[in-house]
């Protein structure tokens, strides 16, 4: 069982190409369940509503209007753009989200971000009788967001490495893989580092070699095999569609992360 999260970048490319969802129906025998998320999507969607795109921590603040672009952006396009070309690929995708049978339940992460949720419980029933079934769930990094007496509130918007991660640790996933800009986890020279263990890759991260946006990755990434020590987590690059296809086709490709 693998989990795949495919940021802004690799969902750009995957859904411009005729080639990079082949790959993936050509390598990938096993079950697997993607969770994206789609930033540039969802900022050039709220600049054509007027609606200016400001971070918190690498985090978008959500107020109720950004919410609803967050949603049309996530659900209603890129998923169902997603799902079109992974069924045409000859997958059989079911696109979703993390407010669909309350899979992802949330409370507030900060109140700064506004409608943003950090996930407390995955009812993830759905996604494991669709892969059951043969089924590549496709999720939409949104949830549900509760009350501290577990009232529903509504939808909110997630951070989607932290969706994908809440999901592969609710599935015991084998494998985990994060797309991302770089190659994969890069050292002090810029090369891609071939493998890491967990007690590596927070000396990479108290030295400073590890910065930016993909400390959150790595930070989901410990999070992930601290629940599941025999999987292996991979951050691999999906800059161009030649690499996003490589994630599919090249189990070797990027960083591989193992406790040991």
Same mark, same amino acid.
């Given at each position: 069982? @693998?989990?795949?999260?495919?940021?802004?970048?690799?969902?750009?490319?995957?859904?411009?190409?005729?080639?990079?969802?082949?790959?993936?129906?050509?390598?990938?025998?096993?079950?697997?369940?993607?969770?994206?998320?789609?930033?540039?999507?969802?900022?050039?969607?709220?600049?054509?509503?007027?609606?200016?795109?400001?971070?918190?921590?690498?985090?978008?603040?959500?107020?109720?209007?950004?919410?609803?672009?967050?949603?049309?952006?996530?659900?209603?396009?890129?998923?169902?753009?997603?799902?079109?070309?992974?069924?045409?690929?000859?997958?059989?995708?079911?696109?979703?989200?993390?407010?669909?049978?309350?899979?992802?339940?949330?409370?507030?992460?900060?109140?700064?971000?506004?409608?943003?949720?950090?996930?407390?419980?995955?009812?993830?029933?759905?996604?494991?009788?669709?892969?059951?079934?043969?089924?590549?769930?496709?999720?939409?990094?949104?949830?549900?967001?509760?009350?501290?007496?577990?009232?529903?509130?509504?939808?909110?918007?997630?951070?989607?490495?932290?969706?994908?991660?809440?999901?592969?640790?609710?599935?015991?996933?084998?494998?985990?893989?994060?797309?991302?800009?770089?190659?994969?986890?890069?050292?002090?020279?810029?090369?891609? @580092?071939?493998?890491?263990?967990?007690?590596?890759?927070?000396?990479? @991260?108290?030295?400073?070699?590890?910065?930016?946006?993909?400390?959150?990755?790595?930070?989901?990434?410990?999070?992930?095999?601290?629940?599941?020590?025999?999987?292996?987590?991979?951050?691999?690059?999906?800059?161009?569609?030649?690499?996003?296809?490589?994630?599919?086709?090249?189990?070797?490709?990027?960083?591989? @992360?193992?406790?040991?």
């Amino acid at each position: 069982m @693998i989990v795949y999260k495919l940021g802004g970048a690799a969902l750009q490319h995957g859904l411009s190409s005729s080639t990079v969802f082949a790959e993936l129906a050509r390598n990938t025998s096993g079950p697997f369940a993607i969770v994206h998320g789609g930033g540039p999507e969802i900022t050039a969607t709220a600049a054509k509503f007027g609606i200016e795109s400001t971070f918190i921590d690498g985090q978008r603040v959500t107020d109720a209007a950004m919410l609803n672009v967050v949603l049309m952006a996530l659900r209603g396009k890129t998923n169902s753009e997603l799902v079109l070309r992974l069924n045409h690929a000859g997958l059989r995708a079911l696109g979703g989200s993390g407010f669909d049978a309350n899979l992802f339940e949330c409370r507030e992460e900060n109140p700064a971000l506004g409608l943003v949720g950090k996930v407390t419980r995955v009812n993830s029933g759905w996604v494991q009788l669709a892969l059951e079934h043969g089924y590549c769930p496709v999720i939409a990094s949104v949830g549900l967001l509760t009350s501290a007496s577990g009232l529903a509130l509504g939808p909110c918007n997630i951070n989607a490495d932290l969706a994908a991660t809440a999901l592969a640790q609710s599935l015991a996933a084998k494998e985990f893989v994060f797309t991302t800009d770089a190659e994969g986890v890069l050292d002090e020279k810029g090369n891609c @580092i071939p493998h890491l263990t967990v007690a590596q890759t927070s000396e990479l @991260i108290q030295r400073g070699v590890i910065q930016g946006g993909m400390i959150v990755k790595i930070r989901a990434a410990l999070e992930f095999l601290a629940s599941a020590p025999a999987s292996t987590l991979r951050i691999a690059g999906g800059k161009t569609p030649e690499q996003i296809a490589r994630v599919f086709a090249d189990p070797n490709f990027g960083t591989r @992360i193992t406790v040991r």
